[in-house]
Every structure is written in structure tokens, then in C-alpha cells.
């Protein structure tokens, strides 16, 4: 019995995963001093069990019940998302934290799970019809369900980690690639001002110095001048269109009358998002692109993560003795900075051999999408696959001062109780995709 | 493979759509994968310098001056040491200041402070620390820093022999050789015996945590306190000329003691002196800004025109190069005609018939016209050069000047004009541009006092660090060669000045005493008032050379500053 179950195991995904598990545990076992060892580090190995234990549950079962019951499983995970607005507890100003007592819960890592089991369902129901309009602007309508619910929190960084997700499922479905770019421009529009409003303003503070660029963005915050630019941009497409038009290259005029539409709504959608936006939010988020400007406050993270990472070279310093982390220079290390640590303690050979045990584990996945034996499987896959995958860049690439700070923990490694019992559901479920593809009746 | 029929048709757009987005997820780790080599393999030493600059505090100890001492063993500056407390910069400073403040019973204030560090106050005793350290369940964690300060016993007195400390500037920082915020000499002693004095700074390097607080020692190396200066001062001496000048008719002026037989430096006073124990920014530009120009070391760096000290000089010169001797007689009407000038003498009714021995005493200067025009201004030049005018003594501390001898050619590149018979009789009374520090005239007057040999001035005779001798001065002289009766002459000459002629006043029963008065005319003023000697006369030890800046007549003002000198240096009442 245990025998042909561990034949049945698919090893070359059970082994990067236990690897990336356990560089996980050393990293915060290495990230806690002798006084918060049992808080930490024995916290995350019960995690880790109660994952693993869930894991083998959920791949016995068949994962054809969650499309069955998917209005179920979005309905929980509503009321989850709910529950924590009304029971939860404020932590470092989110409200993000249900208290159980003995442990407390971050309903959104599991919510992000029954998301993505929810909104493949209806892919998979509606599939033909992904060309359609409607389509998009339902499975939009649920995703701002959810969206809605965790910016209430506020957690705008869990927020965004449903954007890529969304993306890849929808191009995977066959949303025409237009729509995609719309509403990719529509969220790099409406979110790109108010930061780079906030950049500016730090950046001619701090250096005292205006440069070309920082003269056009000042000239730029004001509304006005963005919807003239808006409205040019508009006609321009026009003009283009109706050039090539002449030009006997035919397409719809709906594609740049939506393009330009798309400018001109993320100007106006710009304003409100600005303004619920708090300051240190934005602040926060686009200071990677300088960290000087700002090096005591939001900049300083950034700063010691890359010295930090930097000073580890090639064999990093050891186990327990990366000055930067045992000193208390780097914040945050055994969560969201947990590979600085890596980096440092472990120096290139282990922070690179992390990023290729991830990319194994997430080619894995997308083998399990490829041989799954519906469509559902597939998407449910791809999304996991996704989910990873930016969790992991974006974290990583914070950590390198290449993307933004946000507080995505890095899946499987940081500590964090619901995220790695959340990541080993999805690893379970993931399983029992692959166990039916592989059974032939 | 999807099973589903309905599914199959699409199952190809899918493969494409999968084969896009695993290429895409491999460029997204490809650029995290490229993004951490440049961190750790291509910038990795860059970013081990800033880990360790951040974690790694040193900071040096000053080391404390080593002491100075005077002739007889006097202290003259030494080291008192205070206690400054470093604490970890916080929000709330002012509380724990006034919190420390309660307890101590005292009023102590915020020093400096940066982003690591807060320095409360330099001027701690002992007992007050250990109060702290005591209390030092204080949750507020803090180091006790010990400094040495410098201080000076009668600083007035002392200040341009001894010279003062200040701060390193930016331009004498050397690597490896001395450390910002150091302590370095200015002037005097302090500066010439910088590098003996300064003694080693000790090292502490400490690791620091990201909240500043200590974790490790690294090393540890205490100072070492610089080596004890043996100077050549007669403080007691020093004191009492220093109290004469500032008691003379302007305050203004220097006086120069040497020891006849080693050539020490027993005493060098310039007056008005400062107060080197207080050296502030503030004390600094008010002396800077103070008309009678404290900082100048009058002994030293002041080129003053002789009068009629120079007549020495010329005496000899006439007795050397011309043979007069005592019989030879001028007569002063109280006049010199050269030309149609007419060069009077200081007494108008004249000297009436003088032999060389009246001239000096009574200082005609008829008679010393006349020598001078016999000279010729060539070989007065000559002799004012033999008696080191122009060049430095050499003496042991900074910023010496030399005297300056007019030359014709000197006069025809300033003023295009010749030399004239008249600037040569000028020359032989000292007056013109002729000019010689305070100094000068002293080791003049040793040089003839002891038959022609110059002993060097020196103010340091030894220098000591743990018991060993690390410096000794060595005596060094130069010699002159003037016949036997030409030096007996001029001493009886000098001697006869303070028996019966200008320098009277200085008169001593027990003490033979010699010298010459001077009366120096100048653009600023009063003249100014000199009176070089030399005593005892048979068996001579020291030598004086006194000027009071315009202080009028030499014989009524410089005269009672030596003797009260000589009274005090052979313990007379």
C-alpha cells in the first residue's frame, strides 16, 4: 500500500517542493533570535504539518466536487472575507487577522484558493463564449467582489496579487488580447499616477532638485492637462485609424474609439483612487524606484535588503551569522525578507538554487495543467501555477530593490501559518488533479 | 489531454497559450536570476563594505598631552581629566536629561549629537560618574567617556613660550599619523615639541546592533599619554618680568633672559599675554580683533629698530677696523654737520670733548655719527652681519624672524635713490630701516659677554617618556673673532653705562652689572624703550634684553624692568 503510493507520487514535483520547505524552516529557524525560536520557528513546523496533513486530504478528494459546488465555494469565501471586516483584529493598520484563540487565521490566503477554484468553474461552464463581452465584465464583476472586500481591510498588495491571476486565466480562456491590453493600460493608468504623483513630490523634496523628467510629471498632476493629453492621444488614434483605413487596412473603428476611452476613464479613475490611497500606502509602494529619497523611512527596507542580499557574495556568510539579519538591521526577515536572509546566510549558491527549486516546482505545475484530463483541471492549475509565480517575483524581486514593496510573503518559505497552509491546500488540490489525469478507468 | 470531444478542438490554442506562458514565467526568473548576480557576484564587495561600516563603530581615545615642566620641576601644563557620557540617541532627550539632572544635583547640558550617539556634557567629576554608573539600572544604555583637558598654570604669563592647543584642522589631517578631532600645538613649546607631547591614541572598535547598541568588543587599545617636556623656564623669573612689563608705562613689550654659559632660554615674555586655558572660538577672534595684538610674540616675531643698543655694534667696529682706542677724543657740540645737514645729538648743549668710554655711558651720538661716516657703510654691514642680524639664532620655536640690515642696493631698489653719507650715520646710531627682534639683542649681548662665542637659545633641555631620556638638547655655538682689547674695552664700556651713565637706574650694590640703553625712534609713535645687559660682569650668567613698546626713554622705562630681574634673579631685596 505505502509502496505503490510512493510509486504514485510524482517526484519530481514532491522534491522541489520539500527542498523550498525546508529551506523555508532553516531561514526562519536562522531569523529568530534564541528567545522567539519557539514562537517562530515551531509555529511554522505546525504549519507545516497541519499543510501537509490537508494537502493529503484534499488530494484524495476528487477536485471535480469544487466545480459542482463552485457558488458554494465563492459564497464561503465572501462570507470569510466578510467575517474578518467584523471579527477581525487590527494588525499594523489592516484588519486581516482572525483571532481563534490559540491561532489567528488570514482569510484572504484561503479566499485567494476559493477564488481561483470558483472563477475556473465558470470559465470552464462558459469557455465558448470568451470572445464575448459580457463574459469579461461578469468574471470581472466577480473578481471585484473579492477586490472590494479586502481593500475595505485595507490590504491593497493582496489586492494585486488577484491581477496577474486574472490575467493569465483570462488569456488562457481565449479573451481576445485587445480586452487584456485595455485593461492592463486602465490599471497601469489608474494606479500609475497617484504614485508617481507621490514620487515627484519625494523626489524634488529630497534632492532639492528639479530634472526634466521630475518638471514634465509636476506639469503633469494636474487633472486638466491629463485629460487634454487623453483626448489627444484619442484623436491621434483616430487619425491613425482612419489613415490606415485610407490605406485599405480594415478593422473595427471600436478599437481605438476603446483604447482611447480607456485613457481618458484612467484619468478619471485616477482621482478617487489618489485620494483613498493614504499617503504612506503610496509612499511605500513606488520608493523602490529611488530608496535614497526616503532611506530613513519607507527606502530603509529596501536599502538593508540589498546589502543584505549584496554582502552575502558567493557562499554567503553562514548559518546564523549574516551580520545584516542578526543584527537587526534588516526588518521583516522572517516574513517578507525571508530571501535576504537566504541570500545573505547563503550567499549566491543558495539564493539561486531557491529561485530554480521554485521554477522547477512551478514547471510542474504547468506539466500537471498540460496532462490534466479536463479543462477545469488545466485552469485551475494554471491559476495555482500563477499565483506562485508572481507571489515569487514580486517578492523576490522587492527583496532586489526591483519591484515594489508590498506584503507578499514568498509561498512556502516565509513564515506565515495561513499562507503555507493555504499553499500546501493548493499543492493538495493540485495533486488530485494529477492522480486523475494519470488514472485511466 | 483533455477527454472531453467538445474540448479537443480547442485543446491545440491551448498548448500555445501554455507554451507562452511557461516562456514567459522562465524570463521573469532569468531576470531575477540576472538581478542576483549583479547584487552578489558583480556589486557583492561593495555591499560587504557598507554591511560592515554599518555594524562596525570605532572611534579613537585622545590620548592626553604629556606634561611640561619648568627648569626647577614646575609644573606649567598638565592634563585634568572630565567625564562625558554617550548616550544612544532617543525621543525623548530631554527627559532623561532633566531625569539625570534631578539626581545629580546639578545642571548638566546636551553636547552634541548625531544619529548613533548624544554626548551630554564635558565637565564630570569622578564622583558623578560613579553616581551614574551606579544607577545604571537605568534602562538607558550609555558609555562613559574620560578626556583630558588641557591646563596651564599662569597662563598669562607663559602663553607665547608655552603656545596653546587647538583642535586638528582639515588640511593637517594624515592618514595614519593623527585623527580627526585631535588636539594639536599652536605656537610655542606646544607646536615645536608637537610630536613628543601628542602621545598615541587608543582604538576601540565595537559591533553595534541596528539599534546602536553594543554586542562585541573587537579591540581595545587604551592611549598613551604623550612624553614630560623638561623646559629650560625659570617660572619664578618669568613671573616677575612679565609683571614688570605689564606694569610699564604702555604694558607693550618683551623681555628676552638667556643663560650666558648654555645659551637656555630662562625667560621670554611678550606682553600683553593671553589666557591659554580659554580658548574658545569666541576668546580666539576677540583676541584676534584686540588692537594691542596679544598673539604676536613681540620676543620673537617683532622687528623693532635698535637706537642706540646698535651703538654697541658700531663701537666695536671703530675699535676693530679703525684701532681707536680710549684716547682718542671728539668733541660734541651738540650737533654733526655732514653737508648741510646738521644730525643733532640727544643732549642739544652737546657732550662737549668725549673719549669712546663717555660716548657709550652717556650715549652721544656726535661721536658715533662720526665713527660711522669713517666706516663706511660697507664695513658697519659687515659687523652688523658678524653679530647675526640677518639670520635666525635658531632657537626652538615656531615662527622665528630675523633682523633686517639696509643695504644700498636694497634702498635703490625701494626708493631709486642713492645711499647717502647721511643713511650711514643714521645706520651707526640704530636708527632707519635697520631692525632686530628682542631675542637677537639678548644672544648679542651673551656673545659679548662671554668673549665671542654664541651659545644657541633653546627652550626644551630634555625630554622624558617612562623614565627614559628620548631627547637631550645639545649645546652649539658659534664664535666670533674680536682681539682681547677690543672685548675688555667694550665691557668696561657697558659696565661703565649702569655705573655712571644712561643706565644708572639699574645700579646694584652687590652686582656688577653691564649694558646699554636704547632710545628707538619710530614711524608709531613714542619711541620705543630697549635696555640689553649683562650680569655679573666678572663671571657672566645671564643676559637681558627688554623693549617697551613706545614706552619714551629707555633709561626710565626698559632699565627698571631688568632690575627687577637682577634683583630677583640673585635673591635680592
Redesign the interface.
Known amino acids: 500500500m505505502i509502496n505503490k503510493t510512493l510509486y504514485k507520487l510524482d517526484w519530481k514535483f514532491f522534491i522541489p517542493l520539500i527542498v523550498l520547505i525546508g529551506i523555508g524552516l532553516i531561514s526562519v529557524y536562522s531569523a529568530c533570535t534564541k528567545y522567539e525560536t519557539v514562537k517562530y520557528f515551531v509555529t511554522q513546523l505546525i504549519s507545516c504539518l497541519l499543510g501537509s496533513l490537508a494537502c493529503f486530504f484534499l488530494s484524495k478528494c476528487h477536485y471535480q466536487m469544487y466545480k459542482k459546488f463552485s457558488v458554494l465555494i465563492y459564497i464561503i469565501s465572501l462570507l470569510l472575507l466578510c467575517s474578518v471586516l467584523i471579527f477581525g483584529t487590527l494588525k499594523r493598520g489592516t484588519k486581516g487577522w482572525l483571532n481563534l484563540g490559540l491561532i489567528s487565521l488570514q482569510p484572504v490566503e484561503i479566499a485567494k484558493i476559493m477564488f481561483i477554484l470558483a472563477i475556473s468553474a465558470f470559465f470552464d461552464k462558459n469557455w465558448k463564449q470568451a470572445n464575448h463581452i459580457y463574459f469579461l465584465i461578469i468574471s470581472l464583476m466577480l473578481l471585484s467582489g473579492h477586490v472590494m472586500l479586502i481593500m475595505l481591510q485595507p490590504d491593497f498588495s493582496s489586492t494585486l496579487s488577484y491581477f496577474p491571476i486574472m490575467m493569465i486565466l483570462f488569456f488562457v480562456i481565449g479573451v481576445k488580447c485587445f480586452y487584456l491590453l485595455c485593461i492592463v493600460l486602465l490599471v497601469v493608468i489608474t494606479i500609475g499616477i497617484p504614485l508617481l504623483k507621490t514620487f515627484t513630490l519625494m523626489y524634488v523634496e529630497h534632492f532639492n532638485k528639479n530634472t526634466l523628467l521630475t518638471n514634465v510629471l509636476t506639469f503633469c498632476q494636474n487633472i486638466n492637462v491629463r485629460l487634454v493629453t487623453a483626448l489627444i492621444i484619442f484623436i491621434l488614434l483616430l487619425i491613425i485609424w482612419w489613415v490606415l483605413h485610407k490605406l485599405k487596412i480594415k478593422f473595427s473603428i471600436s478599437y481605438p474609439i476603446i483604447l482611447g476611452c480607456t485613457f481618458i476613464l484612467g484619468n478619471i479613475l485616477a482621482i478617487p483612487v489618489d485620494n483613498s490611497l493614504k499617503n504612506y500606502q503610496k509612499k511605500r509602494f513606488i520608493v523602490f524606484l529611488n530608496p535614497k529619497i526616503d532611506s530613513k523611512g519607507f527606502g530603509y527596507n529596501i536599502i538593508q535588503s540589498k546589502i543584505a542580499i549584496g554582502s552575502g557574495q558567493f557562499v554567503g556568510k553562514g548559518l546564523r551569522r549574516g551580520t545584516q539579519t542578526q543584527l537587526g538591521f534588516l526588518p521583516e526577515q522572517h516574513t517578507d525578507f525571508i530571501f535576504s536572509l537566504i541570500g545573505e546566510e547563503g550567499g549566491w549558491i543558495m539564493a539561486q538554487c531557491t529561485i530554480i527549486f521554485y521554477l522547477i516546482f512551478i514547471w510542474r505545475i504547468l506539466l500537471i495543467a498540460k496532462e490534466s484530463k479536463d479543462l477545469y483541471g488545466s485552469l485551475v492549475a494554471i491559476g495555482f501555477a500563477t499565483m506562485f509565480m508572481f507571489y515569487a517575483v514580486i517578492n523576490i524581486g522587492m527583496t532586489m530593490g526591483l519591484m515594489p514593496v508590498t506584503g507578499m510573503p514568498l509561498l512556502l518559505i516565509s513564515y506565515g501559518g495561513s499562507s503555507m497552509v493555504s499553499s500546501l491546500c493548493a499543492v493538495g488540490i493540485l495533486r488530485s488533479i494529477y492522480s486523475q489525469s494519470h488514472d485511466y478507468y | 489531454?483533455?477527454?472531453?470531444s467538445d474540448?479537443q478542438i480547442?485543446y491545440k490554442?491551448?498548448?500555445n497559450?501554455?507554451n507562452?506562458?511557461?516562456v514567459l514565467?522562465?524570463i521573469?526568473?532569468i531576470?531575477?536570476?540576472i538581478?542576483?548576480?549583479f547584487?552578489?557576484?558583480i556589486?557583492?564587495?561593495?555591499?560587504?563594505i557598507?554591511?560592515?561600516r554599518?555594524?562596525i563603530f570605532s572611534r579613537y581615545e585622545h590620548a592626553p598631552r604629556g606634561i611640561i615642566y619648568s627648569a626647577d620641576n614646575v609644573v606649567l601644563a598638565e592634563n585634568k581629566f572630565t567625564y562625558a557620557i554617550l548616550f544612544y540617541t532617543q525621543q525623548n532627550q530631554n527627559k532623561l536629561i532633566n531625569k539625570l539632572n534631578d539626581f545629580l544635583e546639578n545642571e548638566i547640558n546636551l553636547y552634541s549629537t548625531n544619529n548613533i550617539f548624544t554626548k551630554f556634557t564635558y565637565n564630570l567629576s569622578m564622583a558623578e560618574v560613579l553616581k551614574i554608573l551606579e544607577r545604571k539600572a537605568n534602562p538607558n544604555n550609555f558609555m562613559v567617556l574620560k578626556e583630558a583637558h588641557r591646563i596651564y598654570h599662569n597662563p598669562k604669563a607663559i602663553s607665547h613660550i608655552i603656545g596653546y592647543i587647538s583642535e586638528i584642522k582639515r588640511n593637517e589631517l594624515q592618514l595614519g599619523y593623527n585623527n580627526i578631532g585631535d588636539y594639536v600645538g599652536r605656537g610655542g613649546i606646544e607646536q615645536s615639541y608637537n610630536d613628543y607631547l601628542k602621545g598615541t591614541n587608543g582604538q576601540l572598535q565595537i559591533?553595534?546592533?541596528?539599534?546602536g547598541l553594543q554586542?562585541k568588543v573587537f579591540k581595545y587599545i587604551p592611549p598613551t599619554i604623550g612624553a614630560d617636556v623638561y623646559s629650560t623656564i625659570d617660572i619664578s623669573l618669568q613671573k616677575v618680568a612679565y609683571n614688570a612689563l605689564k606694569q610699564s608705562s604702555t604694558g607693550r613689550g618683551a623681555v628676552v633672559v638667556l643663560d650666558i654659559k648654555t645659551g637656555a632660554i630662562k625667560v621670554l615674555v611678550s606682553s600683553p599675554g593671553f589666557n591659554i586655558n580659554k580658548m574658545s572660538t569666541n576668546q580666539f577672534n576677540k583676541y584676534c580683533l584686540d588692537k594691542s595684538a596679544p598673539f604676536f610674540n613681540r620676543a620673537i616675531q617683532g622687528i623693532y629698530s635698535p637706537g642706540s643698543i646698535f651703538k654697541i655694534i658700531t663701537l666695536i667696529a671703530a675699535m676693530e677696523a679703525l684701532n681707536i682706542n680710549k684716547s682718542d677724543i671728539i668733541h660734541c657740540p651738540g650737533y654733526f654737520k655732514l653737508g648741510n645737514r646738521h644730525y643733532l645729538c640727544w643732549y642739544k648743549s652737546g657732550h662737549g670733548k668725549v673719549n669712546l668710554i663717555d660716548a657709550i655711558a652717556l650715549s652721544c651720538n656726535v661721536y658715533f655719527y662720526q665713527l660711522g661716516v669713517q666706516l663706511s657703510i660697507n664695513t658697519l654691514i659687515k659687523y652688523a652681519k658678524m653679530f647675526f642680524i640677518n639670520s635666525k639664532t635658531g632657537i626652538d620655536l615656531p615662527n622665528e624672524k630675523r633682523g633686517f640690515i639696509p643695504t644700498p642696493t636694497w634702498k635703490y631698489n625701494k626708493l631709486h635713490t642713492s645711499w647717502f653719507q647721511g643713511d650711514t650715520a643714521i645706520f651707526a646710531v640704530g636708527q632707519g630701516a635697520l631692525g632686530v627682534t628682542v631675542l637677537q639683542m639678548a644672544y648679542i649681548m651673551s656673545g659679548i659677554a662671554n668673549n665671542g662665542i654664541f651659545y644657541q637659545p633653546y627652550s626644551v633641555d630634555r625630554i622624558i617618556h617612562n623614565g627614559k631620556i628620548i631627547y637631550k638638547h645639545i649645546k652649539k655655538y658659534k664664535q666670533i673673532d674680536l682681539s682681547r682689547t677690543t672685548l675688555q674695552l667694550i665691557q668696561k664700556a657697558l659696565f661703565e653705562v649702569v655705573e655712571h651713565g644712561t643706565g644708572i637706574k639699574c645700579k646694584l650694590n652687590s652686582v656688577k652689572i653691564a649694558g646699554k640703553t636704547g632710545t628707538a625712534q619710530n614711524s608709531r609713535g613714542k619711541p620705543h624703550a630697549w635696555f640689553v645687559s649683562y650680569a655679573p660682569v666678572n663671571n657672566p650668567e645671564i643676559a637681558i634684553a627688554v623693549i617697551v613698546e613706545n614706552g619714551g626713554s629707555g633709561g626710565t622705562n626698559a632699565v627698571p624692568i631688568s632690575k627687577q630681574i637682577y634683583k630677583s634673579y640673585f635673591k635680592l631685596k
Open positions: 489531454m483533455w477527454r472531453n474540448e480547442y490554442n491551448f498548448i497559450k501554455y507562452f506562458i511557461f514565467f522562465i521573469l526568473f531576470l531575477l536570476s538581478r542576483l548576480f547584487l552578489q557576484i556589486k557583492g564587495k561593495q555591499y560587504v557598507i554591511s560592515e554599518q555594524r559591533e553595534v546592533n541596528a539599534k554586542t
